[in-house]
């Protein structure tokens, strides 16, 4: 698969390794989810891989703020920020892809580290990225889901627009989130069992 967007290389001209890897991971912020541009979204409500780890964020801090005492809150908000961290060079890689999770996941193991080569010296965010890749962990388990619980809501704000096709979506995040306590949100936008 090639990368469906690529942004002019800016990079090239800047000495100092963390403002080369911001410009990098900045790609995020224009590069759009590609499952929502292959059912018909438009660019212009499209959105973003940088918009979705926003989200992500957010969900993960207020949800287990609220419902998760047991997490270590820091840790879900580091790892919810790098989870997609390698797409700004792979783009948003999707199950129609014809990409195994095996390749998806070298694929992005090799971009995190070039991305983060010279800031990331003690590996710390590659071993974030890593366990929530893995979802042994509570903390990456519960961010696992929330990154379905995000891909839920936007889909059925999607579908509440008009847009057709996010059914697939829905029960995506149906099948993913198994927690009751994430479940209960979802029902509250008929999301779980998508009751009328």
């Known amino acids: 698969m090639k990368v469906k967007y690529r942004e002019k290389n800016i ?4 000495s100092d390794p963390l403002v080369k890897a911001l410009l990098e991971i900045g790609r995020l912020k ?35 703020d609220r419902d998760f005492p047991e997490l270590d809150k820091l840790k879900l908000i580091r790892m919810a920020i790098v989870h997609e961290l390698a797409e700004a060079t792979v783009g948003d890689i999707t199950p129609v892809d014809g990409i195994t999770e095996e390749e998806k996941y070298l ?21 974030l990225w890593e366990e929530f890749e893995k979802a042994e962990t509570p903390e990456a388990k519960f961010i696992k889901q929330i990154d379905k619980f995000e891909m839920g809501l936007q889909a059925y704000k999607y579908a509440e627009h008009g847009f057709s096709g996010m059914d697939e979506f829905l029960n995506s995040t149906n099948r993913v989130v198994s927690d009751d306590r994430i479940k209960e949100l979802l029902k509250d936008v008929k999301i779980v069992g998508n009751e009328g």
């Open 11 to 14: 990079t090239n001209s800047v």
């Open 30 to 64: 224009s590069c759009f989810r590609q499952g929502w541009l292959k059912r018909g979204v438009t660019k212009e409500v499209g959105e973003s891989i940088a918009d979705h780890c926003f989200f992500v964020v957010l969900s993960a801090m207020m949800i287990a």
């Open 107 to 127: 694929m992005e193991q090799k971009a995190f580290r070039e991305i983060l080569k010279d800031v990331d010296v003690d590996g710390a965010y590659l071993r």
